[in-house]
């Protein structure tokens, strides 16, 4: 779990990294500049690796998409259905679902920044109708009485001579 954290934070500190730019540093062309086997030190400190910031996203004044589905599946019984679409701040749609009682509900939606959520919902009655499960009471089997032994026990209790002097009693 440490792991992943680390590897999370690590990600996210690169993912918002900030480009800085390198130092501009005058040219010296003195003899007194440090050199590393005929390389200037200082020019290849200037080399250094930096991140590339991802340009945002455009951003849409108006927003447009529209989109449905429908399942219908016998094996099971699940039939449902959704529409929706926007333009710019204004969201209409509907979706429908049958319930366990067989009837169908269908809900139709809007939503705008002036008037907010709303949405209606309408219940249609079952298409086929489904007869109720008949309680019927069967007799309840008849069961006798368990027969019990009577156990006979020995007059003295048994005593186990040198399990427990085995082991020294701690207290």
Same mark, same amino acid.
């Given at each position: 779990m440490v792991q992943k954290f680390l590897i999370f934070s690590t990600l996210m500190a690169v993912a918002s990294a900030v480009v800085i730019p390198a130092p501009a540093y005058? *040219? @010296?062309h003195g003899p007194a500049f440090p050199a590393y086997h005929g390389a200037a030190v200082l020019p290849a400190l200037a080399k250094v690796a930096v991140a590339k910031v991802a340009a945002p996203e455009p951003y849409d004044p108006?927003?447009?998409y529209s989109y449905s @589905?429908? #399942?219908h599946d016998a094996s099971t019984g699940d039939?449902?259905?959704q529409q929706e679409s926007?333009?710019?701040d204004a969201v209409q749609g509907s979706y429908s679902l049958i319930e366990a009682d067989g009837s169908r509900r269908l809900v139709e939606y809007t939503a705008d920044p002036v008037h907010g959520f709303n949405a209606v919902v309408h219940r249609e009655p079952a298409a #086929?109708? #489904?007869a109720p499960v008949a309680k019927v009471l069967a007799p309840a089997p008849l069961y006798h009485a368990p027969v019990? *032994?009577?156990a006979v026990l020995p007059a003295a209790p048994l005593a186990y001579h040198g399990?427990? *002097?085995a082991y020294p009693a701690y207290h």
């Open positions: 005058p *040219a @010296y108006n927003p447009q @589905y429908d #399942v039939i449902k259905s926007r333009n710019g #086929v109708k #489904v019990v *032994a009577k399990l427990h *002097a």
